[in-house]
T-cell receptor, first 113, second 112 residues
Framework: QKEVEQNSGPLSVPEGAIASLNCTYS??????FFWYRQYSGKSPELIMS????GDKEDGRFTAQLNKASQYVSLLIRDSQPSDSATYLC?????????????FGTGTQLKVEL | DGGITQSPKYLFRKEGQNVTLSCEQN?????MYWYRQDPGQGLRLIYY???????QKGDIAEGYSVSREKKESFPLTVTSAQKNPTAFYLC???????????FGEGSRLTVL
């Protein structure tokens, strides 16, 4: 059973702090990794994708991938109240054909004033 | 503007009725997907289609059916065989060669 594990939270951080969201996955051959943000009652939106080991930065967001440890994380710098949402980690297992992403259950982030 | 349109946004159904959820995209994406989301759970794949007139079952296809007669359209029918259909249904598409999903706004189905 391919799994993607996330701490459900809520993770509470003060405004301006760094939020660190973590995700582990079980399928060692996974090649593509994604972070989606989902506001309550809305559909997910892609915020980061990462394909190779190391860090990838986009504005206030940094995705980190360590394939040896089967671990992917998302850092949000200078957290804002508008960042309060559920963050979904998704992994493309590659095997089986198609882009069949497996999603974690999400981590709820609360940025407090 | 390019995007994915799902309708209806909210739908109420009596037990034993089939319902069809519409998904239309004008992004010129070949691949389209249907996911289901339940409270506190991640997204689970129902069906996906990589080209017109072809589709594959996902992890939870039982009680659902789809068609892909046009590139732009990928409707999902929730049949009476689906034991617990109340959920948030999400349609998505991807550009060729990537796994980056673009989602519609979703359809929330409630069975009364």
């Amino acid at each position: 059973q391919k799994e993607v594990e996330q701490n459900s939270g809520p993770l509470s951080v003060p405004e301006g702090a760094i939020a660190s969201l973590n995700c582990t996955y079980s399928d060692r051959v996974s090649q593509s990794f994604f972070w989606y943000r989902q506001y309550s009652g809305k559909s997910p939106e892609l915020i980061m994708s990462i394909y190779s080991n190391g860090d990838k930065e986009d504005g206030r967001f940094t995705a980190q991938l360590n394939k040896a440890s089967q671990y992917v994380s998302l850092l949000i710098r200078d957290s804002q109240p508008s960042d309060s949402a559920t963050y979904l980690c998704a992994v493309n297992p590659v095997t089986g054909g198609g882009n069949k992403l497996t999603f974690g259950t999400g981590t709820q982030l609360k940025v407090e004033l | 503007d390019g995007g994915i349109t799902q309708s209806p946004k909210y739908l109420f159904r009596k037990e034993g009725q089939n319902v069809t959820l519409s998904c239309e995209q004008n992004l010129n994406h070949d691949a389209m997907y249907w996911y289901r989301q339940d409270p506190g759970q991640g997204l689970r794949l129902i069906y996906y289609s990589q080209i017109v007139n072809d589709f594959q079952k996902g992890d939870i296809a039982e009680g659902y059916s789809v068609s892909r007669e046009k590139k732009e359209s990928f409707p999902l029918t929730v049949t009476s065989a689906q034991k617990n259909p109340t959920a948030f249904y999400l349609c998505a598409s991807t550009p060729e060669g990537t796994g980056e999903l673009f989602f519609g706004e979703g359809s929330r189905l409630t069975v009364l």
